[in-house]
């Protein structure tokens, strides 16, 4: 397999570099989407297949209908080149960046040698099976309740900042209907299944929010979805559900157990289901709504 992991490598840089040197937009997303899909692939090889899903899901798909979204509403770039000089100057300080990146990984222990036995040792305790969810739900919630934290964040910044102004998709034709009677419901249950099974194998909230947001868009471009129907009050709700289910959860713990996110003995699971589900709401919620967009007032679609 090592054949395969050279040309996998060569084929990450010639994305990359389709991606940074494509004269347009459009051809400039089409490396970046094929880089995060060979990088997603990279990660299986690695055997780390909770990151390979949540690159392909969230870092390539839809971080690139994002890129898409935004490359639709801008305005022509401007015709004047960059000069060379400039050019030079941002390679090196690339380069550079990259260089010292690829030292200080070089110089860290292995991550087999130090965080293995200490998740191994106290995994049973965890109330789940996958080491990465009770990494995530459980050794360092805190970390993930800020994660969430600042995908609110996110959101209220796009809310301000954002254009008034979006225009409704095209309809996409008769084939779209029967297509999308297949896509929805098999998006949620795929999306629960993720959810289900993140307790014991690669998946969870965050794999399980971004497939739901992929059906909510299915739906959106289908016209069977409509967020300017939905009034502001509860959109919010849904997006902040996350952080509130995780921060009411730590205060929870913290009466029960006297430690914020240190949930009573036994039912380490419940508690980390019932947070998932709250975070797979939020999460898909969310990314929708930075795709579609939302104002003060009320979304716009």
Known sequence: ??????????????????????????????????????????????????????????????????MLRAAGRMAPPAADRVPR???????????????????????????????????????????????????????????????????????????ALGPRGTPRPARLGPLYTPFLRIMAPLSVLVAGHLLWLGATAPGGAFQAGAVLCGGLLALYFGGALRPAAVPAGPLWALCAAGVAVFAAAALAAEVLTGTLLAYPDGADKIWILAIEGGLTVSIGATLLLLFTGLRQGGARA
């Open 1 to 66: 397999m090592i054949v395969f992991d050279l040309m996998l490598a060569a084929a990450i840089l010639v994305a990359g570099w389709s991606a940074l040197s494509a004269p347009d937009r459009t051809g400039a997303i089409a490396g970046f989407l094929v880089f995060g899909l060979l990088v997603a692939l990279s990660w299986v090889r690695l055997d780390a297949p909770d990151v390979a899903l949540a690159e392909a899901a969230i870092g390539s798909g839809l971080t690139g209908a994002l």
């Open 85 to 159: 000089a400039q050019r030079a100057a941002a390679a090196l300080l690339a380069c550079g960046l990259a260089g010292g990146l690829a030292v200080a990984v070089m110089d860290l222990p292995g991550a087999t040698i130090v965080y293995d036995p200490l998740v191994r040792a106290d995994l049973g305790q965890s109330g789940v099976s996958n080491p990465v969810t009770a990494v995530l739900l459980n050794f360092r919630a805190w970390d993930t309740l800020l994660e969430m934290a600042v995908l609110l964040a996110a959101l209220v910044l796009v809310a």
